[in-house]
C-alpha cells in the first residue's frame, strides 16, 4: 500500500528567503506526482506536475525534482513572499488507482 | 475555461437525513475523484469514476456512494448522516485515467448538526 509522508511538518521563514519542501513515497511504481497548494479552507490549486519519466519540472519560482528509483520529491521555493504562506500537499498517481496524498506541509512566510 | 464546479459551497443536514453533492468537471476530463477533508485532517479518498465506471473506492461504509453521469459530472451521495461526516468534501477531474494533471473545485462544507 502506497504511503506518501512530507517533511517538515510546518516551516516558518523571514521574507526572501529560498527553501525546500520533501515528499517521500514507498511505492516507486508510479505514473505521475503533483504538487498543490491549499488556502485555508478552500480547495486545492495545482502547481506542478511530474510525470514518471521526467526528472524536474519548472514554474515561475517553482521547481520540483523526482527522483523515482529512491522514492523521493522536493519543491524549491524561490525568494519566498507572504502571498506563498498556505499547506504545500504532494500525491502520487499509481495505475488503476487513486491519488494518494502526504499529510502536507504548512508554509508561513513572515513580511 | 471554466475549471471543476462544486455545488453547493455549503450545506447544513441534519443528523440521519441524506445529502447529495454535485461536481462538474472540466471540459474533456473523463475522471472524478471525490475526497473527504475533516477539519484539521489529511485528504482521504472516497470514490473515482472514470468513463461512467466506478474505478477504486476509499475505505468508507457504503453509507456514501454516488455516479458518474454521461456528461462525467458526478453525483456524490452521503446517507443517514453522522455528525463525524462533517468535513470539506473535495471533487478533482483529470483525463486519460487520471496520467495527466488533476484540477480540484473549491469543494463543498458539509455541516451536520
Known amino acids: 500500500k502506497q504511503e506518501v509522508t512530507q517533511i517538515p511538518a510546518a516551516l516558518s521563514v523571514p521574507e526572501g528567503e529560498n527553501l525546500v519542501l520533501n515528499c517521500s513515497f514507498t511505492d516507486s511504481a508510479i505514473y505521475n506526482l503533483q504538487w498543490f497548494r491549499q488556502d485555508p479552507g478552500k480547495g486545492l490549486t495545482s502547481l506542478l506536475l511530474?510525470?514518471?519519466?521526467?526528472r524536474e519540472q519548472t514554474s515561475g519560482r517553482l521547481n520540483a525534482s523526482l527522483d523515482k528509483s529512491s522514492g523521493r520529491s522536493t519543491l524549491y521555493i524561490a525568494a519566498s513572499q507572504p502571498g506563498d504562506s498556505a499547506t504545500y500537499l504532494c500525491a502520487v498517481k499509481e495505475g488503476g488507482q487513486n491519488f494518494v496524498f502526504g499529510p502536507g506541509t504548512r508554509l508561513s512566510v513572515l513580511p | 475555461e471554466a475549471g471543476v464546479t462544486q455545488s453547493p459551497t455549503h450545506l447544513i443536514k441534519t443528523s440521519g437525513h441524506q445529502a447529495t453533492l454535485r461536481c462538474s468537471p472540466i471540459?474533456?476530463?473523463?475522471?472524478v475523484y471525490w475526497y473527504q477533508q475533516a477539519l484539521g485532517l489529511g485528504l482521504q479518498f472516497l470514490l473515482w469514476?472514470?468513463?461512467?465506471?466506478?474505478?477504486n473506492r476509499g475505505n468508507f461504509p457504503p453509507r456514501f456512494s454516488g455516479r458518474q453521469f454521461p456528461n462525467y459530472s458526478s453525483e456524490l451521495n452521503v446517507n443517514a448522516l453522522e455528525l463525524e461526516d462533517s468535513a470539506l468534501y473535495l471533487c478533482a477531474s483529470s483525463s486519460y485515467r487520471g496520467r495527466t494533471e488533476a484540477f480540484f473545485g473549491q469543494g463543498t462544507r458539509l455541516t451536520v448538526v
Open positions: 471540459s474533456g476530463h473523463t475522471s
Open positions: 469514476y472514470d468513463e461512467g465506471e466506478e474505478r
Open positions: 511530474i510525470q514518471s519519466s521526467q
